[in-house]
């Protein structure tokens, strides 16, 4: 077995184990993400970004474009491409005065595509949909004299998907589909610690396991401007889609000497409806063969419609927008920045502005067909209001994109 195929079958074993990694790191510390699913994950693979995470409008047969189902019949006819992706991150967290920093690294994405005919792209993958991951606490002041409370809150998991890929190119124009699976586990808990009271400490939390079908479907068209450059236009949608889903709640009292005080009240498998919203999003990208590439992506997610625990009042609606390039002199050298909104509002009616940038490397190997990609991003979520964190985020993505001449006919000598 060749070096090749050693990485992809330890790849493989990997994605199968993916779903207990996934939901048992934490991949965030914001504590915004005790807001509805959690942070929102940047379905982009390292070389998108790298020029800030576009994709709708991209077309290179070199590269697994995720974002925009069309691109997946970019790939060549001759090649069978393999890209998984690293991630990590240093958080710097500012609370009114109060500083702290954390990190957080593992696997993020494995995915592949290969061509069934000239016209004809598939692929399949894991990537994640939302990240949740935090730990805080505050002491207050009780109403009882001498007393004083301690609040902790804490909550981990998030989603993820599976997904397969179809594409088909006639003429200029491409359509693909991407049909998912989704799935995973996301626990909230506040725990109250009393420094005088029979009651030592009681711990509120709440679960959710969701799971669910996803759809995307994408269009691409492109249009030649000379014999090496061409405008390529994207466009993408997915309709809005029901989760599968199980909502418990539990309170439990301890006693100073860890021992339950009360009867544990549990509300199993509550009856509350969970949603994902309806997406839609175009860009556009400009192209001159083995030079460069520059393009702007624009997406709308319409989560005020969606429910989430069976109401519509505690998510909006958010906007995204995306630009970057690739200059190419023997690496690929790649810039680019975003911007976005919240999805949620939080405890006091708000909610906060993210803006990042970002710059990234694409390296051959030997064989001048695969690539090893670098992106770093600086990331900044301001609220809206005064009185809440300030998070800022230096953000690492590294991937291996093994591109293999698996259909290529030898000539017998």
Same mark, same amino acid.
């Given at each position: ?256 000497? %860890?021992?339950?005080?009360?009867? *544990? #009240?549990? !509300? &199993?498998?509550? /009856? ?104 770093? %991003?600086?990331?900044?979520?301001? *609220? #809206?209001? !005064? &009185?809440?964190? /300030? ?23």
């Amino acid at each position: 077995m060749n070096t090749f195929k050693r990485i992809l079958v330890a790849c493989l074993l990997t994605a199968a184990h993916c779903p207990v990694i996934c939901a048992q790191s934490a991949n965030t510390n914001s504590s915004y993400t005790r807001y509805g699913y959690g942070q929102l994950a940047d379905p982009s693979v390292a070389s998108q970004r790298g020029m800030g995470g576009i994709g709708y409008g991209l077309r290179n047969p070199k590269n697994i474009n995720p974002l925009n189902p069309a691109a997946f019949s970019a790939v060549d006819s001759m090649t069978f491409m393999l890209d998984f992706g690293l991630r990590g991150q240093v958080g710097f967290f500012d609370d009114n005065g109060n500083k702290n920093m954390r990190w957080n690294a593992g696997l993020e994405y494995i995915a592949v595509q290969f061509p069934v005919s000239k016209k004809i792209g598939i692929g399949a993958g894991i990537e994640p949909v939302s990240y949740v991951g935090y730990k805080y606490g505050n002491s207050e002041t009780s109403s009882v004299p001498g007393n004083t409370t301690y609040k902790q809150y804490e909550g981990s998991g998030g989603i993820n998907k599976f997904y397969g890929n179809i594409a088909y190119e006639f003429n200029r124009l491409s359509a693909g589909v991407k049909i998912g699976y989704m799935f995973g586990d996301i626990t909230h808990s506040s725990t109250s610690s009393f420094s005088s009271s029979s009651i030592d400490r009681t711990t509120w939390s709440d679960s959710l396991h969701a799971s669910g079908l996803s759809l995307n479907f994408g269009l691409q068209y492109r249009h030649p401007l000379s014999n090496n450059t061409e405008v390529v236009i994207g466009a993408v949608f997915a309709p809005q889609m029901n989760l599968n889903s199980r909502y418990s709640t539990s309170e439990i009292q301890y006693s100073s000497a %860890g021992t339950i005080t009360n009867d *544990p #009240k549990y !509300s &199993g498998d509550l /009856n509350q409806r969970f949603q994902m919203p309806s997406t839609f999003g175009i860009g556009a990208t400009y192209h001159k063969y083995n030079k460069y590439t520059v393009g702007a992506d624009l997406t709308f997610q319409n989560w005020a419609s969606a429910q989430f625990g069976g109401k519509t009042d505690t998510l909006t609606n958010r906007l995204k927008i995306n630009l970057g390039g690739e200059y190419v002199h023997t690496l690929h050298y790649r810039a680019g920045a975003y911007y976005s909104g919240s999805y949620f509002e939080t405890a006091n009616g708000s909610g906060y502005d993210e803006y990042g940038v970002s710059i990234g490397v694409g390296i051959p190997m030997l064989d001048r067909r695969s690539y090893l990609n670098f992106a770093v %991003g600086g990331e900044m979520l301001r *609220p #809206k209001v !005064s &009185g809440m964190i /300030n998070e800022y985020y230096v953000k690492f993505t590294v991937s291996y994109t093994f591109n293999e001449l698996w259909f290529r006919k030898r000539k017998m000598l």
